[in-house]
């Protein structure tokens, strides 16, 4: 009964900036934990940023400085990613965790390159 709506990937160039959003739709939980998750060509799949169940913000450590999560409304979180690099090309995937449960965002596809 869990919807991830995920928005906000495309192409930038080196150095620019994009913004990501996911909202968790048709569900309502009073605890529960919401992030950003990447993965690349041949590579596992990475933390970026989330927050926990308890409201802590966590960072993957490539994201450190360079992202900032943040809340909006009930069940949804933006991404702000700046001085983006060609090595930040991945297919970036939203995840809500809700007690042992995981779900996951159909993805979008963030490239940066000239």
């Known amino acids: 009964q869990v919807r991830l709506v995920e928005s906000g990937g495309g192409l930038v160039a080196p150095g620019g900036s994009l913004r990501l959003r996911c909202v968790a739709v048709?569900?309502?939980?009073?605890?529960?934990?919401l992030g950003w998750y990447r993965q690349a060509p041949g590579k596992e799949r990475e933390l970026v940023a989330r927050?926990?169940?308890?409201?802590?913000a966590e960072y993957g450590d490539f994201a450190k400085g360079r992202c900032i999560i943040s809340r909006d409304v009930e069940n949804s979180i933006n991404l702000e990613m700046n001085n983006l690099r060609p090595e930040d090309t991945a297919v970036y995937y939203c995840?809500?965790?809700?007690?042992?449960?995981?779900?996951w965002g159909q993805g979008t596809q963030v490239t940066v390159s000239l």
């Open positions: 048709e569900s309502i939980f009073r605890f529960y934990s």
């Open positions: 995840k809500l965790g809700v007690r042992s449960s995981d779900y």
């Open positions: 927050f926990t169940s308890g409201g802590s």
